[in-house]
């Protein structure tokens, strides 16, 4: 049992939900013996979308929760009052240590909310910051912070870049990853108030690599593996990549379709554009994980398809294997120490 | 003599100065009769690339400024020193009337602090923004602030709401523009101290067309006209767009060479792409103007070629033409008129 992850999911969130979240929790068992799903929403209606699957059921189970809480309720009054949703009954398993890992694709306010106040937070652990994995032209950078926490102190972002770097290297696999601060120029004295205060404290820190500023033109090129920056700016960075990147497929599609010449043309192109762009899609690389607390907590974007839902599941098998968490601790009780020292 | 735009261009800016700049005058002064350039630079070497062209002698008369000031040097410092550069000199002559307009390629740093400090501020301007246009599917928006002003208030934000209106409106042509301010979720309680104290005064501004929050994603489908934000978050998207920009047709480029199939049909689908996407090139709608000074000031990207210098320098007429700095003095006059009432 002890070899199982166990992932709390959240049937009742996201664009999708139920039926993708579903079809994603049956497509990771159906991918891997070593994982155990606890299926959290309305009972009635989860068995009805079971029911459409063959899997080995003894891998799903459904534990009720008759409540949802929406994407535009305010998040600290939801995860409140609505103590039977779908999101709080999952969360409180992890908390109970019944699950190791909870995904959900529903409201970003409540997972960030429930996070904090059900999960908790790694003791030292000042705020839990959310990383999705960015592509690049080189594969993918970890973006960190990214919705959680605005208005963030340069002590943040000092944690930020030691919990992203443990990410980078016990997940992705990246050895001693790079770390750069997002600046509006590449010389140190350039910036506001909270990159000049971040910056000497990144570049004193020993655990990380830090290698200075990053213009946001260069993030897509893939040359900085962690890339540090408060949840605001983050938040901006993820959107606006998807955005050009969407706006700019319209237009290359529309530009194929203009004429009959290119609209052979493009009948050539399109497999090998199809895969290719395919790396460069934010969706292939699972779900944000919520970092620094008691357990783990994923995000995954709320339009998820199923692939995606079963990609951020799977992710919590590697999580839970690296014991990112126990690094995450020893990372942050070193650095107490550290401070201690220098008092 | 009133009829002539008269440009002070800074000859010596930019990484194509000074033959790409000279070359962008040349084609400026040969595409319109109501133009006046002065060149202001090394005087032997502007004659020399002036000498290649044909064109109307009289409307380019150079000015000579023997220093010139680099990109990496700290701006402030560089204008007060080095007062006999193409920039200093330049800005002078809008200073003292002898020209309407400045454009640069240069250090962007020395252009916004040789602005405040040589050009001066339009009375009430609180802070001039930097106010570039990103190309959309729908045509252009207006990005303010992008790089003049890091921390800012929310005063500030208003007033670029109101200069950015009257530029989309009387320079591009888009009547009653909407104005969207950024942010990290649609509704009004969501952002950071910043958005969440600006968002109210905006609302209650009677004369912009304030449509409310704007998600980053959304940014590159034109839906807003005008895009209010700090000079971090607005360096952010402008570079950001940029960078998603070039290394998604990299990749697009990658994928039509990948087998002999898409080589084949590469070749027929290119030139339809390569115009659709010429709508999507920021660099076909000229400099960014530095909005709020006694005077035009442009700046354009360092590495412009002679199209967007020319295309900068035609883009001063407009301002003139359609007396933007009367207009923006006129709206800060009546602000300040409407807060003395409600005191």
Known sequence: MSDMTRVALDAMGGDNAPREIVKGAVEAVQQR????????????????????????EE???????????????????????????????AMKMVKNGEADAFVSAGSTG??????????GRIKGVERPPLAPLLPTLKGVSLLIDCGANVDARPSHLVQFAKMGSIYMESVIGKKNPTVGIVNIG????????????????LKACPDIN?????EAREIPYGNVDVIVCEAFVGNVILKLYEGVGGALMKKVKQGMMSDLRSKVGALLVKPALKATLKDFDASEHGGAPLLGLNGLVVKTHGSSTSREVCNSIIQCVTFKEQKINEKIKAAIQKTHEESKESE
Do not use: M
């Not at 013996?33 to 080995?56: N, R």
């Open 110 to 119: 409540a997972v960030l909310v429930g996070g904090q106040v059900l999960v």
């Open 186 to 201: 590449a010389e140190e004295e350039k910036g506001n108030a909270l990159v000049k205060e971040t910056f000497p404290l």
């Open 59 to 89: 891998q799903i189970r459904i534990v009720g929760a008759t409540e949802v809480i929406e994407t535009a309720e305010p998040p600290v009054k939801a995860i409140r009052a609505k103590k039977d949703s779908s999101i709080v009954v």
């Open 210 to 214: 830090f290698v200075g500023s990053v």
């Open 33 to 56: 013996k070593d994982i155990q799903i606890l299926l959290t929403g309305q009972e009635e209606v989860l068995k009805k979308e079971l029911s459409q699957y063959t899997y080995p």
